[in-house]
């Protein structure tokens, strides 16, 4: 996949993970796509690392998908239990 498609990819991935896991997060558009290109790559790197299973296919894979998606949870959730309380309400 081209950079273009792992930047679409981690925006669509980290818009997913917000709403999968609502919140009060910092960001917007910029931080969202961040979280989704890291938490794809982290998704990619788990599943190749702990199942035995390397996304490296195309961009329509359902796997490429799940494993971003995941990532992006992973991270979001490892993010607000750093900083999540550093901000005023």
Same mark, same amino acid.
């Given at each position: ?9 981690? !925006?669509?991935?980290?818009?997913? +993970?917000?709403? *999968?896991?609502?919140?009060r997060?910092? =960001?917007?558009?910029? %931080?969202t @796509? ?7 790559? !982290?998704?990619?790197?788990?599943? +190749?690392?702990? *199942?035995d299973?390397?996304?490296?296919? =195309?961009?329509?894979? %359902?796997? @490429? ?7 992006? !949870?992973?991270?979001l ?13």
């Amino acid at each position: 996949m081209s950079i273009i498609s792992w930047i679409v990819l981690g !925006l669509l991935a980290g818009v997913i +993970a917000k709403i *999968l896991l609502p919140g009060r997060d910092p =960001g917007g558009l910029i %931080g969202t @796509t961040v979280i989704g290109v890291v938490g794809a790559f !982290l998704g990619g790197w788990l599943s +190749a690392r702990f *199942l035995d299973r390397p996304v490296t296919t =195309g961009f329509y894979d %359902g796997a @490429t998908w799940l494993s971003a998606i995941g990532g992006s !949870l992973v991270l979001l959730i490892v993010y607000r239990i750093f900083f999540g309380h550093s901000r005023e309400r």
